[in-house]
């Protein structure tokens, strides 16, 4: 099985969890931006949650399925459509052979993943199929899909075949009736502060920053991608010159360089950082943080790491709890 690539959107690229181990030797994480979409979308067609999904940004491309295969649609809300019909998100669907995947503009998010039944047959490169764009290695060739690419397609699971087996005898396609919600809609609803705890050099900014931090928006600028998030609002100042020796670089790290605008890590984030930081985002806010676009505001509320601890485990017991419903149903 295969889909064949007949445009190429803004940028889609195969990413899964990650690239783990390999930052001591320069090598970045990679991965999927929105963890928990992949996550689910992964569940929902009975592959691994860390099997890879095509991420795609923002516009996206335009794809030609071989033969009848199960996807689901995960993250932003890009207008998914097959041979002009919408089609819905967060549910499996089986497209029919020859139907054709587009996609509008984005309506909420603007991240989509495109998870399918078997997964990316790709090779692993360190122990992941993730795509490191500046290295040039890693899912499909080590960059972007482009027009007139084959993307092969893995064995199907036997889960995902019974998912299979109960969407069978449709037209163009045919979609369940039972979806899942996101996990980070039940946390936060959009519009709410992005939360944060305490960074290593907190205690280094001056008590105006710390207050600005909290109270004030910050925006997104046009110099953010997979790599940090650059923003602009009220600039961060330390209390007084602080020398540093660079640290390891973690996902949702807030650092502040010499101009006081805050940068977010992402997850193409380099494997050392030599900046302040002075927060770190929750982990169970990260998803929601990697689909606002730039130009969009964004406003921090400070938690313990008691508090961030709680709602990672709130998550991970929510995806846990639909991966067992998601196999119970098809037992």
Known sequence: MSIFVLRPGMLSTLQDRGRQGYQKYGVLVSGAMDEEALRLGNILVGNEQSEAALEITMMGPVLKFSENLLIALTGAD??????DTVIPMWRPVLIKAGSVLRFGRPVQ???????????YNVPLVMGSKSTYLRAGFGGFKGRAVQTGDVLELGEISSLGRRITHSLEDAGVYKTSRWYIQPAYRLNCENGQPIRITKGLQYKYFSETAKHHLVSKDFRITIHADRMGYRLD????????????ISEAAVQGTIQVPADGNPIILMSDRQSVAGYPKIAQ?????MSRLAQCKPGEKL?????????AEGLLLQ?????????????????
């Open 299 to 307: 406003r921090f509320s400070l938690i313990t790491s008691q508090q």
């Open 281 to 285: 985002v929750s982990m169970a806010d």
């Open 109 to 119: 998010g603007c991240r989509t993943y495109l998870c399918v039944s078997g997964g």
């Open 78 to 83: 890009l207008q998914p459509t097959v041979n």
């Open 315 to 331: 998550r991970e017991q929510y995806i846990k709890d639909v991966a067992v419903s998601v196999s119970y149903r098809f037992a």
């Open 233 to 244: 609002g009220c600039k961060l100042e330390l209390a007084n010159p602080l020398e540093m």
